[in-house]
């Protein structure tokens, strides 16, 4: 993984001009060790994880200790396996505020450490996201994309166009950078592994989940709902659990970065908006092997067909929000009169419509809703169909094609 560059990387380098500590979350295997290791080749940073029992078992009895055994600059990675270092990097932060960067943290459980962080770092801390390769990291052009909204404007750095069994190839490939780069992994080994790692050293470490087999088939049952609203009735019935343990576990996944739940959008002045977000499986790659898609053209043909391009697409965008150190504000819509609109970005008070498409073809009938968003009485940004056409091109005043590998 060491020749992939992240675009996140110029974003910790400059957070740590400012920030004495830098706490970089993601779901487990993205690459943010790797990352700061790499990122550290030119410089004196140690690297200590707390999958090493026993580092961590001194850093929870001996935080102290193990800090002069580990001084700074150093990588500590997966923090959230001893939260009692916070108080003591706080001491050492305030003891020394030209230290800049002192300390590089990564974890796997973002909201359970934000718990920590909130008492002991806040204000001396800069919080980042990393989730999978983006398709310009994957390509080698992780500089060029930036936060995402629509525009008429064509992305000059990508000038390959693919087709759709190209794009459904990298779909079906997934983002987690070891699987990508090592062509010898076998892929459903890698993911085999990757989940029964994730159950046990994420879930049952955390939660005292027990029931292994039943949560796995509850990350299954929720990979195959993709790009749904989200049903807990349903997901609990299809597992074989009650109601309460199935928002209970999906709390988990959300929290450990395999889920993202999309909001809608719900102004104040209307109360025809449903209020049930709804659910992606961030990695597709993931995701097609839990659902059992074996090759690319078999989900290019599936019944998620559909579902996992949109899901893509999400998860595109968010990544180039987060990977340049911003959070994405970002929902769907969809009334009670059953006009749905994929994606509301809303920048400086503008909302920007999205809809997505798994056509070469755009027609005025998939953005025939956008109109709906005039009666929230906010300013209506350039809409956009992200979709499989070869250009970018403007389909009136007011909505533009995007090809999807131009997020």
Not at 242 to 261: C, F, H, N, P
Not at 303 to 324: C, P, Q, R, W
């Amino acid at each position: 993984m060491s020749d992939l560059e992240r675009t996140i990387s110029k974003i910790i380098e400059k957070a740590s001009q400012g920030f004495r500590v830098i706490l970089l979350n993601g779901q487990r295997q993205v690459g943010k060790s790797t990352l700061l290791k790499n990122m550290s080749k030119k410089s004196n940073r140690t690297y200590v994880s707390l999958d090493n029992m026993k580092f961590r078992q001194l850093a929870k009895t001996d935080p102290e200790l193990f800090l002069q055994q580990n001084p700074p600059p150093v990588i500590i990675d997966e923090v959230q396996y001893a939260t009692e270092l916070f108080p003591y990097i706080k001491i050492y932060v305030d003891q020394n505020r030209d230290a800049k960067g002192a300390f590089w943290l990564t974890g796997s459980q973002k909201y359970r450490l934000m718990e920590g962080v909130k008492e002991s770092l806040a204000g001396r801390i800069a919080i980042l996201d990393l989730m999978g390769l983006s398709y310009c990291e994957k390509i080698k052009k992780p500089f060029s994309s930036k936060t995402f909204l629509p525009s008429y404007e064509k992305a000059k750095s990508i000038t390959k166009k693919l087709t759709i069994q190209q794009v459904y190839k990298h779909i079906w490939e997934g983002q987690l950078p070891e699987p990508v780069v090592d062509k010898n992994i076998g892929r459903e080994q890698y993911y085999a592994s990757y989940i029964q790692s994730y159950i046990e050293k994420d879930v049952k470490d955390f939660y005292n989940i027990e029931k292994s087999i039943q949560f796995f088939n509850f990350v299954s049952v929720v990979a195959a709902q993709t790009g749904k609203l989200l049903n807990y009735s349903s997901l609990a019935r299809d597992v074989g659990i009650d109601v309460k343990t199935a928002q209970t576990w999906m709390g988990i996944l959300e929290r450990s970065g395999l889920v993202y739940l999309l909001r809608p959008y719900s102004p104040n002045i209307t109360n025809r908006i449903i209020k049930t977000p709804k659910m992606y499986f961030l990695d597709t790659g993931l995701c097609s092997y839990l659902t059992r898609w074996t090759t690319a053209e078999s989900l290019m043909n599936g019944a998620m067909d559909g579902a996992i391009f949109e899901t893509y697409v999400v998860a595109e965008i968010l990544k180039s929000y987060l990977h340049n150190g911003k959070e994405p504000i970002m929902y769907f819509y969809r009334d009670n009169n059953q006009s749905e609109i994929d994606i509301i970005l809303q920048e400086n008070g503008t909302l920007y419509p999205i809809e997505i498409k798994k056509t070469a073809n755009p027609q005025t009938s998939e953005y025939k809703h956008f109109s709906q968003i005039n009666k929230l009485n906010k300013k209506v940004g350039l809409g956009a169909i992200i979709c499989l056409q070869s250009e970018r091109i403007a389909l009136s005043r007011d909505v533009v094609s995007i090809p999807v590998w131009e997020i």
